[in-house]
């Protein structure tokens, strides 16, 4: 009794247990789509701020007498300097809210950035000229304040746009899993929510459906397309046995899938995960950015201080003194410096996720692009880890193809690797197989059978030696000093032909070796493998070096002898190479498929591509090369600016106004945008 008591006990805390994970989850869930909405609702208050202050700018510009002598029309309403001064107060208190807001934020925080260059600049206007409406000597500039707010409205909302756009993708993740399920029960299928799914639940799922959760097929056939996920455009085949990713899309046929994986267990959550992650770690070069901000706010500031006493020291007005001051400031804020790094990593961490190349380590994808060496491992990596014909050498009047297609005919009985090896070769080159008469296995040596009614033999080289059957070929003993496998077909005792068998090298590796190697990056290998086995290897890729027969234990000290010399990543499928993978430089595991948490990798390649391995170096290249563009224009466009407007070549006639300034300053954060925008794989 107390032990059906304690079973019920521990069945009930497990419930609540589950219970109390769904509910955190569903809470991060919300907190999520919480943060979502307040963007949205950032960017929509800044448009309507926009357009709003726009339209009360216009009779403010018709207003001004400056305005109105350039363009050459006068217009005369009696008290329009205090109409003017209405307006502009609701430009200022409504328009200017965000960065009156923001200075309060910033200064509480102590960090003074940019909403306290903006806000210090259009109180100051503002403030001046009001006093000069209410009796103070002077001119005013009212419509260079409500032109400057209206542009830094339009500057933030542009980059609240960018900013959006470039975390969506996150959101398009989300978007991909479908919300109800086709339960699998005795009575027949129910539709369910897929968070009320749990591991070992039954979910039929229909021709063209999305697959709701990860598991395994246990009944049915299809083809799957994996590609919103691990960027495999090919329809992957489904059958009973194999794994399914949640979120991707069933083909053809009906399959029954059973839960393996839920909530955050599953593939996609962990994607998302992983590049939420990555997004939001700091990149060394965004530190960089922000200590760059705030030292161009202490600039503006003491600029700006100094720009004011400088000209009323020269004898200027007051007037044009402290417009020189407020320009300053406009043109010294750091939009587009607060936006260079921050968007390019957004960007650049959607684009890797989409072509299936999870960054879990910001700083390690930036070492990438330093990367001089790259450590491959052998099985499974560069090879796909599987037996297949490398080599078909006639020994007889024999075509490659014959000797092929009666070898194959006769295997096609056998269990054995090597005979699947063969059969799966000639499937491969489409080469129909014959029936063979008289099939009867040669225990330990081979096989025999009668094909066309000729005898024929497959057999091993221990078979030849024991009837002393003598081949003395040059190739044949050129594949058996690769450490290749070699079967013998036998026509009426006599030898027709040999077959050469091996962990076939993935077509996809050459491609990745010779890109690497235009980068620059010398390639190797370590494998557990035999000498002759990792020689052949090597010298079909073009490595420039390898290391055989290395047990797991030791390849991580193979990595730290390389690190002597170069800076290197580590390629592996995270099992058993997860020690080398964490004392790389950069950690890659590769073709982690469904289990995406490789705890010790840097960067995750979902695919078993190697070629995947050199564009993730080539977008780390790509993606610096970007942050550093954006760092050079937001800091030089300010270098430049920031002279011209304190008036440095006032005496030339070159004077900018607040309201250029401003415009310099949005164009500097657009194409700061634009060109993080322009990154592509």
């Known amino acids: 009794m107390d032990k059906m008591e304690h079973m019920q006990h521990n069945g009930s805390a497990k419930h609540d247990m589950d219970k109390m994970q769904k509910k955190h989850e569903g809470h991060e869930m919300h907190e999520k789509h919480e943060m979502a909405d307040h963007h949205a609702q950032m960017l929509a208050d800044f448009k309507k701020r926009f357009i709003i202050s726009s339209i009360i700018t216009i009779p403010i510009l018709i207003l001004s007498p400056l305005i109105q002598s350039f363009f050459g029309f006068t217009l005369v309403i009696a008290g329009s300097e205090y109409i003017t001064f209405l307006l502009s107060s609701i430009v ?7 960065f009156l807001k923001g200075i309060f934020n910033e200064l509480k925080a102590k960090t003074p950035g940019m909403m306290t260059l903006i806000a210090v600049a259009i109180s100051v206007a503002y403030f001046y000229s009001s006093a000069v409406v209410f009796g103070l000597p002077g001119k005013y500039f009212f419509w260079e304040l409500a032109t400057l707010i209206d542009i830094m409205l339009l500057g933030h909302w542009v980059e609240m746009r960018s900013v959006m756009g470039a975390s969506r993708a996150l959101e398009e993740l989300v978007k991909i899993m479908p919300t109800i399920a086709h339960l699998v029960k005795d009575s027949g299928t129910v539709d369910i929510r897929v968070e009320e799914l749990k591991a070992g639940d039954k979910v039929l799922v229909k021709p063209g459906e999305k697959i709701p959760v ?6 049915g056939k299809t ?3 994996e590609a919103m996920l691990t960027g495999e455009s090919k329809p992957v085949e489904k059958k009973e046995g194999d794994e399914v990713i949640g979120g991707s899309i069933n083909g053809e046929g009906s399959i029954t899938v059973e839960v393996k994986k839920t909530g955050k267990e599953t593939y996609l959550n962990q994607v998302i995960e992983l590049v939420r992650e990555a997004q939001e770690s700091k990149s060394r070069t965004q530190d960089l950015a922000n200590r760059a901000a705030l030292f161009l706010t202490i600039i503006a500031l003491s600029v700006g201080t100094i720009t004011l006493i400088a000209w009323l020291m020269f004898g200027q007005d007051f007037v044009f003194a402290i417009e020189r001051a407020v320009t300053v400031m406009v043109i010294a804020c750091p939009h587009a410096l607060g936006l260079a790094v921050p968007l390019v990593v957004a960007v650049s961490t959607s684009l890797a996720a989409k072509s299936g190349l999870l960054i879990r380590d910001r700083q390690a994808f930036e070492r990438a692009k330093d990367l001089q060496a790259i450590v491959f491992d052998k ?17 007889s009047d024999e075509s490659e193809d014959e000797i092929l297609m009666l070898t194959a005919s006769l295997e096609a ?12 070769s000639s499937k491969e080159k489409g080469i129909e197989l014959k029936h063979v008469e008289n099939f009867k296995a040669i225990p330990g040596k081979g096989v025999e059978g009668a094909v066309d009614r000729k005898k024929l033999k497959v057999v091993s080289p221990g078979y030849l030696k024991e009837n002393r059957i003598e081949i003395s070929d040059e190739e044949v003993e050129k594949v058996k000093q690769q450490g290749k496998t070699v079967v013998f077909l036998l026509e009426n005792e006599k030898p027709a032909g040999a077959i050469a068998l091996a962990d076939i090298v993935r077509k996809e590796s050459k491609e990745a070796i010779s890109r690497l190697k235009e980068m620059g990056i010398k390639c190797m290998m370590l494998t557990g493998d035999n000498r002759y086995v990792a020689k052949w290897v090597s010298e079909e890729l073009g490595l420039d070096d390898f290391f055989a027969e290395v047990l797991p234990h030791e390849k991580a000290n193979k990595i730290k002898e390389v690190q002597q010399s170069y800076a290197v990543a580590m390629v592996g499928d995270g099992v058993n190479d997860a020690p080398a993978l964490a004392q790389a430089d950069v950690g890659i595991a590769i073709g982690a498929g469904t289990d995406v948490a490789v705890e010790t990798a840097d960067i995750v390649l979902v695919r078993n591509d190697p070629r995947d391995a050199a564009d993730i170096i080539m977008l780390s290249k790509k993606t610096y090369s970007k942050m550093f563009q954006n760092l050079l224009w937001a800091t030089g466009y300010n270098a430049f600016a920031i002279p011209l407007a304190a008036g440095i070549l006032y005496a030339y006639g070159i004077l900018l106004t607040p309201a250029f300034g401003a415009v310099l300053m949005s164009l500097s954060t657009v194409i700061v945008s634009i060109n993080a925008r322009l990154l592509k794989m």
């Open 413 to 424: 009985s056998s269990e054995h690797p090597i005979a699947q090896g063969i059969v799966n």
């Open 92 to 98: 200022y208190f409504y328009g200017g809210y965000p």
């Open 214 to 219: 990860d598991g395994v097929v246990i009944e």
């Open 379 to 395: 099985t499974g990596t560069l090879t796909e880890g599987k037996f297949g014909v490398t080599d078909i050498i006639p020994l």
């Open 223 to 225: 083809s799957v397309n």
